[in-house]
């Protein structure tokens, strides 16, 4: 009777099974901070992790776990550990700079106001005035 090995990796898309090896998993558990038992929890096959990555470039990670009944952070741990970490990071990159590009788009439609000094300051600057002119007439009075 054979024995089942404990390094048989199932992929949590399709459901696919493939054997690895223990220095195999012990790397990559390595290079992503984790456990072995955790990286084999989110282990997904090459042409499925191919597959999550055009869902989330397309719809989004949101839309990508409702379709998948997973978590985000299922899906980002995903596509992260299987294939390239900077995955997210660059997608993310990409509409940062779409939000700010519209952003300065929009600020550049709206008509700039004119810089109005706030009522506060008008009325203390001319009270201060006021009040030196008519310290002025006092001493002007007193010395004559």
């Known amino acids: ?3 089942e090995s404990n390094n048989k990796l ?3 898309i399709t459901g696919n ?3 690895s090896n223990k220095q195999y998993l012990a790397d990559k558990a390595k290079k992503y901070g984790i456990t072995v038992v955790e990286f084999k929890a989110f282990y997904v096959s090459k042409d499925a992790v191919q ?3 055009a869902e989330v470039e397309s719809g989004g990670v949101a839309a990508t776990a ?3 009944n997973r978590t985000e952070e299922d899906i ?3 596509v992260s550990y299987n294939g390239s970490i900077q995955f997210l990071s660059r997608l993310n990159e990409k509409r940062d700079k779409a939000l700010t590009a519209t952003l300065k788009r929009a600020k550049k439609a709206q008509p700039s106001a004119p810089k109005v000094e706030s009522t506060s300051d008008h009325d203390r600057k001319l009270a201060r005035r006021r009040e030196l002119y008519a310290q002025k007439r006092r001493q002007e009075l007193i010395a004559a």
């Open 1 to 3: 009777m054979k024995k």
């Open 10 to 12: 199932v992929c949590q």
């Open 17 to 19: 099974a493939r054997i």
């Open 51 to 53: 597959q999550l990555r």
């Open 66 to 68: 409702k379709f998948h």
């Open 76 to 78: 980002r741990k995903m």
